[in-house]
């Protein structure tokens, strides 16, 4: 009897987290690079619920530079802190046919790219919480220039100083 017993819980160790979520439900946050992404819709969500932004990392499977950022800045402790500070982080695929919901409309991943008008990867999408776009960024970012752009839009200095005056400034401490 014990021997069934250690059985049957062995294997519903195994198989629980697969038949968690019916297959092809769509996850609110999945924990990846050492951050937790959110799903588009539940972003939005969150960001109106608490004042925060959007961050949208668009990304190719093929991208070297998408897997540099995944594995050179994501991963850093102060990277995730600010990101965890100020946004509701969401990965886009370009190419994918994943549907989303933006703004109450339905579309794939890939459509959304189009309207956003991602044509490089990676992009980073900044959003207010309301879905209007305070700016995108294509390419790689070093680790430093990367964490000063999260401030910069995360504490709504663009609304008064360009990125390059901020830059020198925060180099300065001033």
Same mark, same amino acid.
């Not at 402790?77 to 600010?82: E, S, V």
């Given at each position: 009897m014990n021997t069934v017993k250690i059985l049957f819980v062995a294997i519903s160790l195994l198989i629980g987290p697969?038949?968690?979520?019916?297959? +092809?439900a769509?996850?609110?946050? *999945?924990?990846?690079?050492? $951050?937790?992404?959110?799903? $588009?819709?539940?972003a939005q969500q969150l960001a109106k619920k608490? =004042?925060? @932004?959007? $961050?949208?990392? %668009? *990304?190719?499977?093929?991208?070297?530079?998408? @897997?540099?950022?995944k594995r050179e800045v994501f991963p850093k402790a102060d990277i995730q802190n600010t990101m965890e500070k100020f946004y509701y982080p969401v990965k886009i =695929?370009? *190419?994918?046919? *994943?549907?989303?919901?933006? =703004?109450?409309?339905k579309?794939?991943?890939k459509q959304f790219s189009r309207e956003m008008r991602v044509s490089s990867t990676p992009?980073?999408?900044?959003?207010?919480?309301? +879905?209007? /776009? /305070? +700016?995108t960024q294509p390419g790689y970012i070093g680790h430093d220039v990367y964490k %000063?752009?999260?401030t910069y839009?995360?504490? =709504?200095? #663009?609304?008064?100083?360009? #990125?390059?005056?901020? $830059?020198?400034?925060?180099?300065? +401490?001033?």
């Amino acid at each position: 009897m014990n021997t069934v017993k250690i059985l049957f819980v062995a294997i519903s160790l195994l198989i629980g987290p697969m038949t968690a979520s019916p297959i +092809g439900a769509p996850q609110n946050e *999945e924990k990846k690079d050492g $951050l937790t992404w959110y799903t $588009l819709e539940k972003a939005q969500q969150l960001a109106k619920k608490n =004042d925060k @932004k959007v $961050l949208i990392f %668009a *990304e190719a499977s093929w991208c070297p530079y998408c @897997k540099q950022m995944k594995r050179e800045v994501f991963p850093k402790a102060d990277i995730q802190n600010t990101m965890e500070k100020f946004y509701y982080p969401v990965k886009i =695929d370009i *190419e994918s046919s *994943e549907e989303v919901m933006y =703004d109450g409309r339905k579309m794939t991943e890939k459509q959304f790219s189009r309207e956003m008008r991602v044509s490089s990867t990676p992009t980073f999408i900044f959003m207010h919480a309301s +879905g209007s /776009v /305070v +700016g995108t960024q294509p390419g790689y970012i070093g680790h430093d220039v990367y964490k %000063a752009l999260l401030t910069y839009i995360g504490t =709504d200095s #663009f609304k008064n100083v360009g #990125f390059k005056k901020y $830059l020198e400034g925060t180099k300065t +401490g001033s």
